[in-house]
């Protein structure tokens, strides 16, 4: 099952535009992590929050988290054409047996 | 730094027959995973080692199949008879000890088609 569901499923913007995506999940969580795919590849971790955090700026990347509406989301500044890719939230758990689960992912399509 | 290596890339076969993936994790990372990725989806968790033992096999469909990571470093999954819906890219990850709090680290996967 997939906890962390994205929001938009797809998005086309024009290069220097920004992109936001969000998450929403269900369950409660000991962080949350954003991952990009570029076709045909694996996974790149772009970022963690932790549970304790509200905001997190990496580069052109923020990202902020919401415990009480259980989302976040993603803002990547002045994209660029190498920012098409799908991107991904996944939540880590908390427990014993912690796992972290992704989302179904955005298709973010930044255009030249 | 050479990242999370697997092999193959691509695999094709036909169903009932059996397919081996492999995967050398980052060199110190004991934490090592198997996802499997539909088209269209996220990766879905199939098995987490810490060092030799695996922590978590839940989603591991054990009728088929079977994964092992005997010296804590390399690991295999197998799967035999594959069947046509296991078609998919299998990725396999890893990061260090506490993994689920950490970042984890893909390789490129292996793309297997079941004819």
């Known amino acids: 099952s997939q906890q962390g569901e994205e929001d938009p499923q797809a998005l086309s913007i024009q290069e220097g535009e920004n992109a936001t995506m969000n998450c929403s999940y269900k369950?409660?969580?000991?962080?949350l992590q954003w991952y990009r795919q570029n076709s045909g590849r694996g996974l790149v971790h772009l970022i963690l929050?932790?549970?304790?955090?509200r905001e997190k700026h990496s580069g052109r990347l923020r990202v902020t988290l919401d415990t009480s509406k259980k989302s976040s989301s993603l803002l990547i500044t002045a994209s660029r054409a190498a920012d098409t890719a799908s991107y991904f939230c996944?939540?880590?758990?908390?427990?014993?047996?912690?796992?972290?689960?992704f989302g179904k992912g955005i298709t973010l399509s930044v255009r030249p | 730094e050479a990242g999370v290596v697997q092999s193959p890339r691509y695999k094709i076969i036909e169903k009932k027959q059996p397919v081996a993936f492999w995967c050398n994790p980052i060199?110190?990372?004991?934490?090592l995973y198997w996802y499997l990725q539909n088209l269209g989806q996220g990766p879905e968790l199939l098995i987490r080692?810490?060092?030799?033992?695996?922590?978590?096999d839940s989603q591991l469909p054990k009728d088929r199949f079977s994964a092992e990571r005997l010296k804590g470093v390399d690991s295999t999954l197998k799967i035999q008879p594959a069947e046509l819906g296991d078609s998919a890219v299998y990725l396999c990850?890893?990061?260090?000890?506490?993994?689920?709090?950490?970042?984890?680290?893909f390789g490129p996967g292996t793309r297997l088609t079941v004819l």
């Open positions: 990850a890893s990061s260090l000890s506490q993994g689920n709090y950490n970042e984890q680290f």
């Open positions: 369950t409660s969580i000991n962080n």
């Open positions: 929050i932790r549970s304790n955090e």
């Open positions: 996944a939540t880590g758990s908390t427990g014993a047996n912690s796992k972290l689960t």
């Open positions: 060199s110190g990372h004991n934490t």
């Open positions: 080692y810490e060092n030799e033992e695996a922590v978590d």
